[in-house]
């Protein structure tokens, strides 16, 4: 009897030790997919991919949608240069997809089409942002933050869609909801060349307004963040407190900016981008563009100049003059974004927008072969993109390569 019980006794206390062990396991598991903090890396670092997006037809005014579709082809072609794109397409708009690619890219291997419900082409604003954990205790794990895109605060056509100079559609509630739910079904989807975890933050943004140098310092504007429209009741604190979090960010830099004065309330990525850490490019509007942004432009200089980084440097700022948009516009009612600091990184290279303006785009191009003599520069003619709303920068969305 007391040889059963001791052998009883033994039995629940292994019991008990497995059953701890197993609870540790599981939260060792827990703490293991979901890190304490993240860093985004500079959009400089080598990439696995870049993603792109072919837009559905009720996206974009009607006259520009097979401008926008070839050019954004021509930048996928310029693209795959350097480094695989990833081309997400409506089901219905594969063939066109295909005519494109066949068209334009020489190495077709180099572009992957991928069936997915996207409407807008903005893929910096609705996709997601890949980060990586801090620690490095998670070489082999794939992350990346769902900013929960809501149409940049809830903007869009009036009824008779006349906006920004030129008719646009006016999406219905399941186009708008697909917009919303982009970044979570490329995070979902995304498993080359492993699957991606999906950060969760307590924040709305768009990647269009997070310019890093991945050395800690981020550039962005309160009137694209602290704004009832995307964060009700969250104060500038709390912002910076969740910016620092999920982007590993040490210092931020914040500019006024402006409410409705285009779709992304000023957005950095038009205004200044880093080069390298410490250095900076910087866009100066032409001396014909309205008051309003020449004003904001003097704004955003006055702050670099007199702010350091995360690193505590001086900035080093380079000034590139925008292009003079007469001849660029097709009415006097067209809006232009023509900033050659909206380039894209790539593996090994830089490209770069081309708008027409002869005089500006080649000193443009000489400006940042000199400032990146050691990456090969490529320049893109852009028109539709352009007038329709961004530039590169704004289309591209690069997938950080595994370290």
């Not at 063939?95 to 020489?106: C, I, M, N, P, R």
């Not at 505590?312 to 097709?330: A, Y």
Request: hydrophobic fraction near 35%.
């Amino acid at each position: 009897m007391k040889l059963f019980e001791r052998f009883h006794k033994l039995l629940s206390s292994l019991y008990t030790t497995t059953r701890t062990l197993l609870q540790f396991s599981h939260i060792s598991a827990e703490k293991k997919v979901h890190p304490r903090s993240y860093i985004f890396p500079a959009e400089s670092e080598r990439h696995e991919a870049t993603i792109m997006g072919l837009p559905s037809r009720c996206s974009l005014p009607p006259d520009q949608y097979d401008a926008m579709c070839n050019e954004l082809a021509q930048l996928a072609a310029a693209i795959t240069e350097f480094e695989p794109v990833r081309l997400y397409v409506r089901p219905e708009e594969i063939q066109l997809a295909k005519s494109l690619v066949k068209t334009f890219v020489q190495d077709t291997s180099k572009i992957s089409i991928i069936p997915c419900p996207i409407n807008h082409c903005w893929v910096r604003d609705t996709g997601p942002v890949y980060v990586r954990d801090t620690t490095g205790a998670f070489p082999n794990q794939r992350f990346a933050i769902n900013f929960r895109f809501n149409e940049w605060g809830g903007k869009k056509p009036e009824d008779d869609g006349i906006c920004w100079g030129q008719r646009w559609p006016v999406m219905n509630e399941k186009a708008l909801q697909e917009n919303a739910d982009f970044a979570r079904w490329v995070i979902e989807h995304d498993c080359e060349p492993s699957p991606v975890t999906q950060v969760e933050a307590s924040i709305r943004a768009e990647g269009g307004g997070l310019i890093t140098d991945g050395e800690g310092t981020l550039l962005i504007t309160e009137s694209s963040i602290i704004c009832d429209v995307r964060n009700p009741g969250v104060s500038k604190a709390e912002i910076e407190a969740e910016l620092k979090r999920v982007l590993g960010i040490e210092k931020v830099i914040w500019f006024p900016g402006r409410r409705n004065v285009d779709i992304t309330d000023v957005h950095m990525d038009a205004e200044s981008r880093f080069i390298r850490p410490g250095v900076i490019a910087y866009s100066k509007p032409h001396p014909i563009a309205p008051d309003l942004w020449n004003e904001l432009s003097t704004e955003i200089r006055e702050i670099l100049d007199r702010e350091t980084d995360a690193k505590g440097r001086r900035l080093q700022i380079h000034t590139i003059e925008e292009p003079d948009p007469r001849g660029l516009v097709k009415s006097e009612h067209d809006e232009l974004s023509a900033s050659y600091v909206n380039f894209y990184f790539v593996n090994g290279g830089l490209v770069i927008p081309k708008f027409g303006d002869r005089e500006r785009d080649q000193k443009a191009l000489e400006m940042f072969q000199q400032l990146l003599p050691e990456r090969v520069i490529r320049q893109v003619y852009v028109s539709a993109i352009p007038l329709t709303g961004g530039v590169l920068h704004c289309v591209t969305q690069q997938v950080p390569a595994m370290k």
